[in-house]
T-cell receptor, first 112, second 110 residues
Framework: DTEVTQTPKHLVMGMTNKKSLKCEQH?????MYWYKQKAKKPPELMFV???????INESVPSRFSPECPNSSLLNLHLHALQPEDSALYLC???????????FGPGTRLTVL | GQQLNQSPQSMFIQEGEDVSMNCTSS?????WLWYKQDPGEGPVLLIALYKAGELTSNGRLTAQFGITRKDSFLNISASIPSDVGIYFCAGQSNDYKLSFGAGTTVTVRA
């Protein structure tokens, strides 16, 4: 298995909802990432996990809460989001922190 | 990370044409990566370069890691309609952080 998978593909939520994005990889990669991408812009790093521990939080608001249940899974819990949080959320993984990153297909999030 | 200077910002291709784009940086990198992103999808890694001066091919794609470690180019030969999309370069030093270019949007010329 050489891919990163993400669910759901699309998500529409209200500002009071709680939802979660899921990411999975079975490449044995030990680093996993969450990125946010706005239209026609490059991805922006949000969180980095290394060996299932949070290594980096790029000053992301607390309404985004990451979780790494095991070495293959990465979740992003969402609560009380704002309309400006609407974006494509990308998960990526890499063998280690200084190896090339492979991206998943993304979750298109719309906050109403 | 810093944003790299990627050019051109956009280009129109006709089937069969060769296409070129490049990225420059004020910092040196240990790895250069080229990704392609289709609408509504995640970036797909096309080519990874690890050594200064390295020239690597992947089918119709050729990329080079500049000798100064501050630049890279990507060539697409004999373009086909499915080459349309946004191409991003990314530089990586000794850690997790990718510095991306702003992207080159490739569109088919009508």
């Amino acid at each position: 298995d050489t891919e990163v998978t993400q669910t759901p593909k699309h998500l529409v939520m209200g500002m009071t909802n709680k939802k979660s994005l899921k990411c999975e990889q079975h490449m044995g990669h030990r680093a996993m990432y969450w990125y946010k991408q706005k239209a026609k812009k490059p991805p922006e790093l949000m969180f980095v996990y290394s060996y299932e521990k949070l290594s980096i939080n790029e000053s992301v608001p607390s309404r985004f809460s990451p979780e790494c249940p095991n070495s293959s899974l990465l979740n992003l819990h969402l609560h009380a989001l704002q309309p400006e949080d609407s974006a494509l959320y990308l998960c990526a993984s890499s063998q280690g922190l200084n190896n090339e990153q492979f991206f998943g297909p993304g979750t298109r999030l719309t906050v109403l | 990370g810093q944003q790299l200077n990627q050019s051109p910002q956009s280009m129109f291709i006709q089937e069969g044409e060769d296409v070129s784009m490049n990225c420059t940086s004020s910092s040196i990198f240990n790895t250069w990566l080229w990704y392609k992103q289709d609408p509504g999808e995640g970036p797909v890694l096309l080519i990874a370069l690890y050594k200064a001066g390295e020239l690597t091919s992947n089918g119709r794609l050729t990329a080079q890691f500049g000798i100064t470690r501050k630049d890279s180019f990507l060539n697409i030969s004999a373009s086909i309609p499915s080459d349309v999309g946004i191409y991003f370069c990314a530089g990586q030093s000794n850690d997790y952080k990718l510095s991306f270019g702003a992207g080159t949007t490739v569109t088919v010329r009508a």
